[in-house]
């Protein structure tokens, strides 16, 4: 099994819901609690497993947002545990996993370094590196209804821009939708092969714009955009 | 990428020590330096060791929880830090055998055949570990400009360079002629000085994945418009730094004048002059330039993540 995400940068809308479930989840996960540093102080911030991030591509007229959401990729050439002196990170052979044991990190940092999608947060409460799991504590968990046996972040997406499922079966799900969409990686070239997709967003007519000069009256406009939201 | 204090310090100090315990046990198993008998080489290794020793002790103190530090000799196979710790480990019992083998030998002036095969040893895990620390940055694909052969040959060369400065130091404390060794230093700190020149020149090149790349549209201008963060997250402090670019011009002199071109001027007259001063202060410039030459060696280094926050 080869386990993974792909995430639809077409219609992900930027709502962070999948950044708070993700933590909401994980903070009493496996990993154990993920710290904030001065919560209600001027400067909050902590560990996360997962950041969103907004990007403006292309310049006007033809410029559109899309969205970013960033956890770890679970890399088939996962250099992270290459890296790690102490045997603390594993890619765990059954499902492709990367994992840390926390009894076992030293917090050197040097996996963090090693990743270049800044997966990888060490957590100064614990002084042991965390990172996103795959809700490994969800998804084998018998005692959940099987629709739920998903990661939080992904049952959580409210536009489905998130999907889950077994990369090396050519029928799952994600197999399919990066076939059709043309789904990809992330910085193919440094060679990490992560196994998370993105689906580029899809392409689309430019959004009408009006380039100065006389506008129509205001009245015509109207019956014009009435016209068109109205169904008959 | 972060400078922490206590790495700057650690590669300094052991690749110093290192470097000294190198030349001294090379230059004295071949006799190549007139009047150093084994009472003067066990100096320098004892020295050589010190600082060694201080190097790799703060080495430790930027770990987060160093409680496990002892697991980091396990992964041999496959992790560059796992092979330096285990070489900096294996090193202390075979430089005691070598240290007793040369105070044995101290008043006859011939070393025993077991002190010639441990101070080879010795050297050799010396030589070891300075370039398993260049190779811990050097494998690392997520930092363009430190993911090249000149990463370990530049901590090979600045080891020995800046291991023979001191060694000379010494040698003129203990009333050795100084001509070997001052001319050695001099051409070594030379052919330090160019592979870092040419380093410079290297990482000058843009080079890594960019935003584009990252995101699989290629043929379009992106720019960030929000981060999705209200503050500085670990991403930001351990890999971004907000040093101007203006400052790391500067220290770039700093570097090239403090860490050879003085020192390789003062090598110059203690081979003509032996004056003991110049090589003193050559040892203290030397070790503040390349201070700041590893500092910059972190503050230039551009991790890949700062990609997706559009740096």
């Known amino acids: ?232 | 990428m972060h400078p922490a204090v206590s790495v700057i310090l650690f590669t300094v100090s052991s690749g110093a020590g290192f470097g000294l315990i190198l030349m001294a046990v090379a230059l004295s198993l071949m006799g190549w330096v007139p009047g150093m008998g084994p009472g003067h080489t066990l100096v320098a290794i004892l020295i050589g060791s010190v600082l060694a020793t201080i190097g790799l002790l703060s080495s430790t103190a930027h770990l987060a929880n160093p409680k496990n530090a002892w697991r980091a000799f396990f992964r041999f196979r496959s992790s560059w830090l796992s092979r330096e710790g285990v070489f900096a480990v294996l090193f202390y019992p075979t430089v005691l055998v070598y240290l007793i083998s040369l105070w044995l030998a101290r008043d006859t002036g011939s070393l025993a055949w077991w002190g010639v095969l441990f101070g080879i040893l010795t050297g050799l895990l010396a030589l070891a570990t300075v370039f398993c620390t260049g190779m811990i940055y050097a494998s690392l694909r997520t930092i363009p400009q430190w993911n090249s052969a000149l990463v370990p040959a530049n901590y090979l060369l600045l080891a020995i360079s800046s291991g023979t400065v001191i060694l000379t130091l010494i040698a003129a404390i203990q009333g050795i002629e100084l001509n070997v060794l001052s001319g050695l230093a001099l051409v070594l700190l030379v052919i330090a000085g160019l592979a870092k020149l040419l380093y410079y020149i290297w990482i000058g090149k843009p080079q890594g994945p960019t935003l584009n790349t990252a995101m699989g549209i290629t043929r379009a201008k992106i720019k960030i418009l929000e981060s999705g963060q209200s503050s500085r997250s670990f991403l930001n402090k351990e890999f971004s730094n907000q040093v101007p670019a203006q400052t790391v011009k500067q220290m770039r002199w700093v570097v090239y004048l403090a860490g050879f071109v003085i020192p390789a001027i003062l090598m110059l007259i203690v081979l003509q002059t032996s004056m003991m001063v110049l090589t003193a202060l050559a040892v203290l410039l030397l070790l503040g330039g390349l201070a700041i030459e590893r500092w910059l060696f972190f503050v230039e280094a551009r991790h890949v993540v700062n990609v997706f926050y559009g740096q």
């Open chain 1, 1 to 232: 099994m080869k386990l993974g995400l792909v995430i639809d940068m077409d219609t992900c809308v930027g709502c962070h819901a999948c950044v708070v479930s993700c933590k909401q989840w994980n903070t009493s996960g496996t990993l154990g609690a993920l710290t904030d540093y001065e919560p209600y102080g001027k400067e909050p911030n902590g560990v996360a497993f997962n950041r969103v991030r907004s990007y403006e591509v292309d310049e006007y007229p033809n410029n559109k947002t899309v969205n970013m959401p960033m956890s770890c990729m679970h890399c088939e050439t996962a250099e992270c545990v290459t890296v790690c002196p102490t045997g603390a990170s594993y890619k765990r052979e059954e499902d492709g996993i990367v994992l840390v044991d926390q009894d076992k990190c030293m917090g050197c940092n040097l996996c963090s370094w090693a990743c270049p999608y800044g997966a990888r947060e060490l957590d100064q409460a614990s002084g042991t590196m965390k990172k996103c799991t795959l809700c490994v504590d969800r998804i084998y968990d018998t005692e959940l209804p099987e629709a739920e046996r998903q990661p939080a972040c992904v049952l959580t997406c409210p536009s489905k821009a998130r999907h889950f499922g077994d990369f090396d079966d050519p029928d799952s799900n994600v197999s399919v939708l990066v076939r059709e969409r043309n789904g990809l990686q992330s910085m193919p070239e440094l060679g990490y092969n992560p196994v998370n997709h993105y689906l580029p967003p899809r392409p689309k007519p430019n959004a009408p714009t009006h380039n100065g000069g006389q506008l129509e009256p205001l009245t015509d406009r109207f019956k014009k955009w009435l016209n068109k939201v109205v169904v008959r």
